[in-house]
């Protein structure tokens, strides 16, 4: 029997705990000292099968847990299980199942639905997530019944989904918790905050608080694998997602270097900007004229002078002031007595008021209710507002200046100034500003939007560190606390080898393998991590991987995976018609989009980055952004915001170009009415008094209603009104074919057709919405004359569709965006969970691929990481072309599965193979990248001996490393 253990791990700088259950045992082990110098001494001993089982077709050990890529961590075996790669070639045989990744694929949820749900609980914390909210009356008005839809809706989906934590989920599968919320916080956060002698004395309790959990994770598995696999039915999906759970990076003594160079760097950066902070408030204390202080930022001070010589730590405090004995009693507060010195931070609200800034020329103020405001002018006591002040306003928010905002600007009278509130980053008018000194501002600085009278040279140094430093300090903590790196105890055969033996160990990297809803992995620390910029301090972070001596990492980056997956679901849609005979046409590139993906040309300007840059105006990385935000689902919206943010374009012109970007690709916009409104539609087109029967019961199958009379309707059919929206729609639809079954109507034509309906659903007294009118009329959308029309109308077909599902390996979309569920409501993130979830498809039909060419050829090569439509591998000298060889063929395969899979049976050869695969000694993004930085600024070759890796293409494979796979040794492929 596979045995099935269920991890749960608590460190502690003095003690170390797991519990394990299997089908025969309990298991409980436990340190009373754990030494971070010595990590492997102290993990869980799960150990992998031996060669006798694997001999007689059995697997390893099947391990169960709830985000079990943070107990994977603390598994001794899985370090071991590395190290005998590097001398055997053998990887590792035990399999991880997430329980909380699966309940993201099966009922993963949107920001705006997690925030909908986190509302619903803090309503009433003690009820449980199984138990349903009242349903909507359905005994009253058409109002109540139709109008809050949306509200029903939402409980639909809201009982069918839940947060991602372990007491959340098992009470959406499985019922009550067996332990009370308040409990189990209380108990977990001994081992959290308690001593060793707190966990002795509640030694039983907490046994019992850790089998609960693991009993809990044991019965939510049970429940929740079946629903899994009923989302995720293909074999591929399942093994794809284990070996995405088997990330191993390996770390040496480079690593710990790259730990302590980033730290000493970005704390003198940080401690040079605090220092300088510290010299403007001094200038401004004591080198500020008469004269000075009046003007419109400094009267605002207190500038009293308080004397020093009579406090209490007066030695302290003069010395922070340069020996004065005096300082103006603003400067009081900002003094730290124990470090002796002036302590001025960028987040302070006086900062900006010391250095004189400046919005657009205007004044910082800053008030108590609107943030970071500008003053437009100071006026003359008694004279008029002059004209011009009102212009180029229109876009930002007025606020009233209190009686202590004017008394602060030293004016008891009003209406001396103009007060506007700083615009936000995020485009929102009604949210404050903090601070004007954050990431999001340094483009106002550098175009001069933002400046200081006093001390600009100062703020040009903010930018340089802000950027500097920005990486580290937001990753830190994640690098250096939370990622375990597990040093390998040294064998005999290792001892005096070189540098990449020296204290070698291993980084388990923790990846969720559905982490969103989309089933994308996510990990904080890897999967986010930038590559090496020039100004920034620890942006080599990958780079600082380096792989065991005789070793390669072997990887490459699928090409505009996911725009070539929209434009093939675009090309597979027959909406291309032949000219000769009329029929639906599926081929690569038979759509503009499909052709400029397989054909288009970078250099040439015809690839699709390269349209779009040139309708936009922009630089094709900017044009980059806006193509992905749009298959994501993206709309007006997004692409007008994006041009006034990063084209400098103002709103006007910005939403006019997004206009005509969208017009040329998207095109024009068609509704296809549902069955059952084609058909009433028709009727009501030929229209005779005969037939008000039919249009009534048409009406109630349509509207799904049982509200509609044909005595009621008589009068509305009859009706001058009627006959003239008719006539009017009428003429409007002559160019449409009414015999075909389902109508195309467009926008004009589809708003007189929703405001007949709501004038008999009115005279019927049902009262309903227009806008409700037309969702239940239109079964979808479809767009004509735009270069990826065709992409659109299929990916909004799918996402329409009562299941859901990927077109390649059948993954169904997850409850909280299936229509049943959420109606009509999120279709940006179905058509976003379309595209990126038929990308994971890819991924792990690349990883199966993989992994079975690997085993069937024994290639010595080890899945380290991917990073969505990355992969990299572990590879031995000897074989790292044959392995160039498997990811080629594996890639070759995948990308024939996928148009196979959508009715194309033909694949070009500009998107079968990798453009290049990578072979370097470091994990960095490109072989030939230096990596210099702040923290490394000799780069890799100079500063650490690291050279160059090399790309190889698919020609350079035939050409110079012909290694036919059939004539490897052959082993027996893996089975799922």
């Given at each position: 029997m596979t045995e099935i253990h269920i991890v749960l791990r608590t460190p502690e700088t003095k003690n170390f705990s797991s519990l394990t259950l299997s089908p025969a045992l309990w298991r409980h082990d436990i340190t009373d000292q754990f030494n971070p110098e010595k990590v492997f001494d102290f993990l869980i001993p799960i150990q992998s099968s031996d060669d006798s089982k694997k001999s007689n077709g059995s697997r390893g050990p099947v391990i169960v847990g709830h985000n079990v890529a943070f107990d994977r961590q603390y598994i001794q075996s899985e370090y071991a299980d590395a190290e005998r790669f590097l001398s055997e070639g053998v990887t590792s045989d035990k399999t991880y199942l997430d329980t909380m990744a699966m309940h993201q694929a099966v009922c993963g949820v949107t920001q705006i639905q997690m925030n909908l749900i986190a509302s619903r609980n803090s309503m009433n914390k003690t009820e449980s997530t199984t138990r349903k909210p009242k349903a909507a009356k359905t005994g009253g008005s058409r109002e109540n019944q139709m109008g809050d839809m949306t509200?029903?809706?939402?409980?639909?989906?809201?009982?069918?989904?839940?947060?991602?934590?372990?007491?959340?989920?098992?009470?959406?599968?499985?019922?009550?918790?067996?332990?009370?919320?308040?409990?189990?916080?209380?108990?977990?956060?001994?081992?959290?905050?308690?001593?060793?002698?707190?966990?002795?004395?509640?030694?039983?309790?907490?046994?019992?608080?850790?089998?609960?959990?693991?009993?809990?994770?044991?019965?939510?598995?049970?429940?929740?694998?079946?629903?899994?696999?009923?989302?995720?039915?293909?074999?591929?999906?399942?093994?794809?997602?284990?070996?995405?759970?088997?990330?191993?990076?390996?770390?040496?003594?480079?690593?710990?270097?790259?730990?302590?160079?980033?730290?000493?760097?970005?704390?003198?950066?940080?401690?040079?900007?605090?220092?300088?902070?510290?010299?403007?408030?001094?200038?401004?204390?004591?080198?500020?004229?008469?004269?000075?202080?009046?003007?419109?930022?400094?009267?605002?001070?207190?500038?009293?002078?308080?004397?020093?010589?009579?406090?209490?730590?007066?030695?302290?405090?003069?010395?922070?002031?340069?020996?004065?004995?005096?300082?103006?009693?603003?400067?009081?507060?900002?003094?730290?007595?124990?470090?002796?010195?002036?302590?001025?931070?960028?987040?302070?609200?006086?900062?900006?008021?010391?250095?004189?800034?400046?919005?657009?020329?205007?004044?910082?103020?800053?008030?108590?209710?609107?943030?970071?405001?500008?003053?437009?002018?100071?006026?003359?006591?008694?004279?008029?507002?002059?004209?011009?002040?009102?212009?180029?306003?229109s876009g930002y928010k007025t606020v009233k200046l209190s009686d202590d905002d004017l008394s602060r600007l030293g004016n008891s009278e009003k209406g001396l100034f103009r007060c506007l509130k700083m615009p936000h980053?995020?485009?929102?008018?009604?949210?404050?500003?903090?601070?004007?000194?954050?990431?999001?501002?340094?483009?106002?600085?550098?175009?001069?939007?933002?400046?200081?009278?006093?001390?600009?040279?100062?703020?040009?140094?903010?930018?340089?560190?802000?950027?500097?430093?920005?990486?580290?300090?937001?990753?830190?903590?994640?690098?250096?606390?939370?990622?375990?790196?597990?040093?390998?105890?040294?064998?005999g055969h290792d001892a005096g080898k070189g540098i990449n033996n020296l204290r070698r160990g291993w980084i388990l990297p923790k990846v969720c393998v559905h982490g969103t809803l989309t089933r994308r992995a996510t990990e904080n620390t890897w999967l986010v991590a930038t590559n090496a910029q020039t100004n920034c301090v620890g942006g080599e972070l990958k780079s600082m991987l380096r792989a065991p001596e005789g070793f390669k990492f072997v990887g490459a980056d699928v090409d505009a995976e996911e725009m070539w997956i929209g434009a093939l679901i675009g090309d597979s849609s027959g909406d291309v018609k032949d000219i000769e005979f009329g029929l639906g046409v599926k081929g690569h590139g038979v759509t503009p989009l499909g052709w400029m993906v397989v054909a288009g040309d970078k250099k040439s300007g015809t690839d699709v980055h390269s349209f779009t840059a040139k309708q936009l105006n922009l630089d094709r990385d900017a044009a980059k952004v806006v193509n992905y935000g749009r298959i994501y689902g993206a709309g007006m919206s997004f692409i007008k915001q994006f041009l006034e943010q990063n084209a400098s374009m103002d709103p006007k012109t910005a939403l006019l170009s997004a206009r005509r970007l969208l017009s040329a690709t998207k095109g024009s916009e068609r509704i296809v009415l549902s069955l059952e409104a084609s058909c009433l539609l028709r009727l009501i087109v030929g229209f005779r008094i005969d037939q008000t029967e039919s249009i009534c019961q048409s009406l109630n199958t349509t509207m799904r209603s049982s509200n509609f009379s044909s005595d009621k309707l008589k009068a509305v059919l009859t009706s001058e009104k009627f006959r003239r929206m008719n006539y009017k729609m009428i003429g409007l639809l002559s160019?449409?074919?009414?015999?075909?079954?389902?109508?195309?109507?467009?926008?004009?034509?589809?708003?007189?057709?929703?405001?007949?309906?709501?004038?008999?659903?009115?005279?019927?007294?049902?009262?309903?919405?227009?806008?409700?009118?037309?969702?239940?009329?239109?079964?979808?959308?479809?767009?004509?004359?735009?270069?990826?029309?065709?992409?659109?109308?299929?990916?909004?077909?799918?996402?329409?569709?009562?299941?859901?599902?990927?077109?390649?390996?059948?993954?169904?979309?997850?409850?909280?965006?299936?229509?049943?569920?959420?109606?009509?409501?999120?279709?940006?993130?179905?058509?976003?969970?379309?595209?990126?979830?038929?990308?994971?498809?890819?991924?792990?039909?690349?990883?199966?691929?993989?992994?079975?060419?690997?085993?069937?050829?024994?290639?010595?090569?080890?899945?380290?990481?991917?990073?969505?439509?990355?992969?990299?591998?572990?590879?031995?000298?000897?074989?790292?072309?044959?392995?160039?060889?498997?990811?080629?063929?594996?890639?070759?395969?995948?990308?024939?599965?996928?148009?196979?899979?959508?009715?194309?049976?033909?694949?070009?050869?500009?998107?079968?193979?990798?453009?290049?695969?990578?072979?370097?000694?470091?994990?960095?993004?490109e072989p030939t990248i230096l990596a210099v930085t702040k923290s490394n600024p000799l780069g890799l070759e100079k500063g650490h001996g690291i050279p160059p890796g090399e790309s190889v293409t698919a020609r350079d494979l035939v050409e110079n490393f012909n290694l036919p796979l059939q004539n490897m040794t052959q082993t027996s492929r893996t089975v799922y």
């Open positions: 509200l029903i809706d939402k409980w639909e989906w809201t009982n069918k989904c839940s947060k991602a934590n372990l007491v959340d989920v098992y009470r959406l599968h499985c019922g009550k918790f067996p332990l009370h919320l308040g409990q189990k916080s209380q108990l977990r956060n001994i081992f959290v905050s308690g001593s060793l002698q707190d966990i002795r004395d509640n030694f039983q309790t907490l046994m019992s608080y850790c089998a609960e959990d693991v009993s809990a994770t044991w019965k939510l598995f049970r429940h929740l694998y079946p629903q899994y696999r009923y989302h995720n039915p293909h074999s591929v999906t399942f093994a794809g997602s284990i070996l995405m759970g088997n990330s191993r990076l390996p770390a040496d003594s480079l690593w710990k270097q790259y730990k302590q160079v980033c730290n000493e760097a970005a704390d003198d950066m940080i401690n040079c900007l605090e220092g300088k902070l510290k010299d403007v408030a001094l200038i401004v204390a004591f080198n500020t004229s008469e004269e000075s202080k009046k003007n419109i930022w400094l009267r605002q001070l207190d500038w009293s002078l308080v004397d020093l010589t009579s406090k209490k730590n007066k030695e302290a405090l003069m010395r922070a002031c340069n020996g004065r004995n005096e300082c103006p009693s603003w400067l009081l507060p900002l003094i730290d007595a124990e470090k002796e010195r002036v302590s001025l931070t960028l987040k302070m609200h006086i900062t900006p008021i010391l250095m004189q800034m400046r919005y657009k020329t205007c004044p910082l103020f800053h008030t108590r209710h609107s943030g970071w405001c500008f003053l437009k002018e100071e006026l003359s006591p008694g004279s008029k507002r002059r004209p011009d002040l009102d212009e180029n306003l980053a995020s485009g929102k008018r009604n949210q404050n500003v903090g601070t004007p000194f954050t990431h999001d501002y340094i483009h106002m600085v550098e175009n001069g939007t933002l400046t200081s009278d006093t001390h600009q040279e100062f703020l040009k140094f903010f930018i340089d560190t802000e950027k500097a430093t920005r990486f580290w300090t937001s990753n830190r903590s994640r690098i250096c606390n939370e990622q375990l790196h597990v040093i390998i105890p040294p064998s160019g449409v074919n009414l015999t075909s079954a389902q109508l195309e109507l467009d926008a004009q034509v589809m708003y007189l057709f929703s405001n007949l309906v709501s004038q008999m659903a009115h005279s019927c007294d049902v009262q309903v919405q227009p806008w409700t009118v037309s969702q239940m009329l239109a079964e979808r959308k479809r767009y004509t004359g735009g270069t990826e029309s065709a992409m659109f109308s299929k990916l909004e077909r799918i996402a329409t569709s009562e299941q859901p599902r990927t077109p390649f390996l059948g993954s169904l979309i997850t409850r909280a965006l299936q229509p049943p569920n959420c109606g009509s409501a999120e279709l940006p993130s179905r058509i976003n969970w379309v595209v990126q979830s038929s990308a994971v498809d890819f991924l792990h039909l690349l990883l199966v691929a993989v992994d079975s060419l690997k085993a069937q050829y024994s290639v010595k090569m080890m899945f380290t990481l991917s990073i969505h439509d990355e992969v990299r591998y572990l590879v031995a000298d000897e074989d790292v072309y044959r392995a160039c060889w498997v990811l080629q063929i594996a890639h070759l395969w995948t990308r024939a599965f996928f148009s196979a899979s959508v009715g194309i049976h033909d694949l070009p050869a500009s998107v079968a193979y990798f453009s290049s695969i990578d072979i370097d000694s470091v994990l960095r993004k």
